[in-house]
């Protein structure tokens, strides 16, 4: 398996994001302003980006659609009209739930640990280090590329399942899906609250990820006929192989000056997996929470009619992404979109320290996946109505795209 492939690779997810096709209908700034009402926002943000080609002109800031997690949790609501502004044919591929119990403290914790793990000895982070899943379990640093080709030396990362420590003892499989089917490496000694804290927000994005996979099954079956156990919260709840990564952005003694890129921190990329879970980002300096010190950072999206848009979600929302598995399988009702973030930049940026939270939630490895007829994203690779798992699929894409696995 290809390095963090399916967890946010910048310098090879962009080939996938290129793959894309754009059939579906466009969406005007008319439309943006209508549909995605402003509400509680973290960075409010400036409308001029950067001087870069694709950033000549003002990008329209956007406000995730949003779903209380009163209405989420009750099966009876129904939230389709919802479903169909954030993750249909002309939504974005993201909304975010608002108001979910207990969720801003767990949250905090867990990001408030970031620096603490990142300024551990060398040798202790070293022994966090897992080759052998090419870095997708434990700690990772300086191993993935940017879209330059240069070692990405700004951040570093933490992954783990927070659901299950070991998914298999089958040394085949381990041998054969090292990133899916690896144990989770936690600092029990130099920082145990790390498990702890991990492992509590994880379970928490788990399982109302679970709830919003409920209503888009709902949403889907109104299209389509969808079998009991073939939707997307049972193919979730059934699977081993969710990963959480915990990330960690070192502040720069000068300040970011690479103002060219909206893709600073993180390239061009459409998520892989099912259903992709997000924090809001919290920035520090001298141990303090700020503010984001400069309001045009923050999360890109590229829309069906390639219109780059910034957007925005509240501090204590969870965001949610759909990926591009869950695009095929629901055969084009729930649509995943490219996305890049830009890191703050300016003098006022020396100094600064970002930590953020990402659930990747997947299907196992061995999942069946049936592909329907017209399959619209890698149909040069998947047959009509292929039959193929999870974790095979993830090999014909890397031996296409990413040219990692012999």
């Known amino acids: 398996m290809s390095s963090h492939s399916h967890l946010m690779t910048p310098s090879t997810s962009l080939l996938l994001s290129k793959t894309r096709s754009h059939h579906h209908h466009s969406l005007s700034t008319y439309h943006f302003s209508k549909r995605y009402r402003s509400r509680q926002i973290l960075c409010r943000a400036k409308t001029t980006v950067s001087s870069e080609s694709e950033s000549q002109s003002s990008f329209p800031i956007l406000t995730t659609v949003s779903i209380p997690f009163s209405q989420l949790k009750d099966k009876n609501s129904d939230l389709s009209l919802k479903i169909d502004e954030g993750f249909g044919r002309n939504g974005l591929g993201i909304l975010s739930v608002t108001d979910v119990p207990g969720y801003p403290s767990l949250r905090a914790n867990l990001l408030r640990l970031a620096p603490r793990l990142a300024n551990l000895p060398k040798e202790v982070k070293e022994d966090l280090e897992d080759p052998h899943s090419r870095y997708n379990f434990g700690w990772s640093h300086g191993k993935e590329k940017l879209e330059t080709g240069k070692p990405d030396l700004l951040k570093g990362s933490f992954y783990a399942n927070p659901i299950h420590d070991t998914p298999t003892s089958e040394p085949s499989l381990i041998q054969r899906y090292p990133s899916y089917c690896g144990s989770n490496i936690w600092p029990s000694s130099a920082l145990p609250e790390l498990e702890v804290a991990f492992k509590a927000l994880g379970k ?93 950072a923050g999360l890109y999206i590229r829309t069906r009619s390639d219109q780059i848009v910034k957007v925005v979600y509240g501090k204590d929302d969870i965001a949610y992404q759909i990926g591009e598995t869950t695009e095929i399988l629901s055969g084009g009702y729930l649509c995943a979109t490219p996305h890049c973030v830009q890191a703050p930049k300016g003098k006022d940026t020396a100094g600064i320290e970002r930590s953020t939270f990402a659930l990747f939630m997947q299907p196992d490895w061995d999942e069946r996946l049936g592909f329907p007829e017209e399959v619209h994203i890698h149909k040069e690779l998947i047959a009509s109505n292929a039959s193929l798992t999870f974790g095979e699929y993830s090999e014909i894409l890397l031996d296409k795209y990413y040219h990692r696995k012999k």
């Not at 990820?209 to 969808?226: E, F, P, R, T, W």
């Not at 997307?232 to 990963?243: E, F, G, Q």
């Open 204 to 296: 928490l994005m788990f399982d109302v990820g679970l709830m919003l996979a409920y209503h888009c099954d709902q949403y889907v079956s109104k299209g389509k006929k969808i079998n009991k156990d073939e939707g997307l919260k049972p193919i979730l709840h059934r699977s081993r192989c969710h990963k959480g990564r915990l990330l960690y952005y070192f502040p720069s003694q000068q300040g970011i000056q690479d103002g060219n890129s909206i893709s600073s921190w993180c390239g061009w990329h459409t998520d892989h997996g099912s259903l992709t879970g997000l924090t809001c980002g919290m920035f520090m300096r001298d141990g303090i929470e700020i503010p984001c010190p400069d309001s045009a």
